[in-house]
């Protein structure tokens, strides 16, 4: 096996996928060596009482956790620490530095004491990796769930991985800003409004001490947002209602020109001219949360940052001149699910299994995953107090349709969107047809390019 994984570990180095929320979240899709058939699947016995940290798995079971947000590493280490105490079972989290996922669960598996618990983000880690990932059907840790809305199958039905956290993402929006300027949130219901408003604070930000949007930096620290968040409205609306299951091998740009709209607005009217974004250095979060700028593009896990600052901040949607957007909701979904290892040992699996439970059970342990995660989709876990996540579920609430994370799908996404970026860079620094044609191309002609790249 050792032989496989390095062959494919050269492989994957070149592929190896982005980290895109939360600072970035890789989507654990990186491509796995051929199976073992020498490691026989052992199922996992289900676990005590919820709510009571489990007994130590017999034959001295541990947990190995190899976790893929970095923004909420002390978090888990402090879980871990305390699990420890209350059991004597031992649990490690090792957390990949960012962007580096996929080499990471490539190379941890190689070792003679691999991951028990590890990310399949999406449908492309769930090909790569289902035949590492015990099936979940049944096990105590899937009957706590509280949806199934997150949850990842391969063909078979085989419970390959269960999200543990769910985020939302759109414009994030200060009303004490928005009033100040003489608006109301009630302007802002699709994107004439919101083009309206966001003009008009423009055009004041001399008179008014803060403009529209904050910067939309295009180095690697801010890009994603644009070139993996905001081009989901995109291919929310190219499904047509349809949502995908695998990566189609084309797209058709048909809503390029609503990525367009939103794209122009919030680089022609911010803070940074848009001939500076290419290099970074601007804080966008910071000139947020100082109120320079009333929006700012990002997500539910910016919550933490900004609500000591902006403690009324609330999200929008994407909002960018599709009929009927008055009612869009958010851009809702994880590439956070977890997976536990089918070739791991029996009596670690179990530990695991435990440990997953008093997770999403235990009122100390699910209040501190869930300060750092935003939300658990799990039963007994402790509420959300994200201010965000809130306003995704009253847009679902008041019938708003949710926009699902078509995003994941992006084919050999590195190289995708890093073709993506040169393309706006382009645009930005001069904003002609000609340069936005580039845009199109990288975007649909660079989407059948990777897919082509990564299937044949």
């Known amino acids: 096996m050792k032989k496989k994984l390095v062959s494919t570990m050269l ?17 654990g899709g990186a491509q796995a060596p051929a199976a073992d058939d ?11 009482d919820s709510g009571e940290a489990a007994a130590p798995a017999a034959g001295g079971g541990s947990v ?3 976790n893929f947000k970095p923004e909420s590493d002390e978090v888990l280490q402090e879980v871990a620490s305390d699990y420890t105490a209350k059991t004597g079972v031992e649990v490690k989290v090792v957390t990949a530095a960012s962007g580096t996922y996929s080499t990471t669960l490539l190379s941890e598996m190689d070792k003679s004491a691999p991951p028990t618990l590890f990310v399949i983000g999406n449908q492309a880690g769930v090909k790569d990796w289902k035949d590492y990932a015990l099936d979940l059907n049944g096990t105590a840790i899937a009957n706590e769930l509280n949806t199934d809305a997150y949850n990842l199958y391969d063909e078979t039905g085989k419970l390959v991985s269960i999200g543990y956290c769910y ?12 009033e100040k300027a003489g608006h109301t949130m009630d302007e802002i219901k699709n994107f004439d409004g919101l083009k309206a408003v966001a003009e008009d604070i423009h055009a004041r930000a001399g008179e008014l001490g803060f403009d529209a949007f904050s910067s939309s930096d295009m180095d690697d620290s801010s890009s994603w947002r644009f070139t993996g968040h905001m081009a989901n409205l995109e291919y929310y609306y190219e499904q047509e209602g349809t949502p995908w299951t695998e990566c189609p091998p084309t797209i058709s740009g048909k809503y390029m020109d609503n990525f367009k709209n939103l794209y122009d607005l919030c680089i022609n009217n911010s803070l940074t001219d848009p001939k500076e974004l290419a290099t970074g250095g601007h804080d966008a979060e910071n000139e ?37 957007e008055e009612k869009a909701g958010l851009n809702c979904g994880t590439e956070n699910c977890w997976a536990i ?28 995953l869930v300060d750092t995660f935003g939300v ?17 579920d009253k847009y679902t609430s008041d019938g708003c349709y949710v926009m699902n994370w078509a995003t994941n799908f992006q084919p050999n996404v590195d190289s995708y969107r890093a073709t993506l970026v040169s ?26 390019a990777e897919y082509n790249a990564v299937n044949n």
């Open 11 to 27: 492989c994957a180095a070149m592929i190896t996928t982005m980290l895109a929320g939360c600072g970035g979240s890789d989507n």
């Open 38 to 48: 020498s490691a026989a699947e052992a199922p996992a016995a289900d676990s005590g």
């Open 64 to 66: 190995y956790w190899l």
């Open 167 to 178: 985020e939302c993402y759109g414009i994030i929006v200060n009303p004490d800003l928005i």
């Open 288 to 324: 947020f949360k100082t109120g320079q700028a009333a929006f700012f593009v990002n997500g539910s896990w910016e919550y933490e940052a900004v609500k000591a600052d902006v403690p009324n901040a609330t999200m929008i949607p994407y909002y960018c001149g599709i009929a009927g």
């Open 341 to 368: 290892n089918s070739k791991a040992s029996a009596e670690d699996q179990q530990a695991t299994m435990d440990f997953m439970v008093w997770c999403v059970t235990d009122p100390d342990a699910s209040r501190k």
């Open 376 to 392: 658990m989709p799990y039963k007994s876990a402790a509420e959300s107090t994200n201010g965000f996540l809130a306003a995704a």
């Open 423 to 448: 393309a706006l860079n382009q645009y930005n620094a001069d904003q002609s047809d000609a340069n936005w044609e580039t845009v199109r191309t990288a975007f649909v002609d660079g989407w059948a």
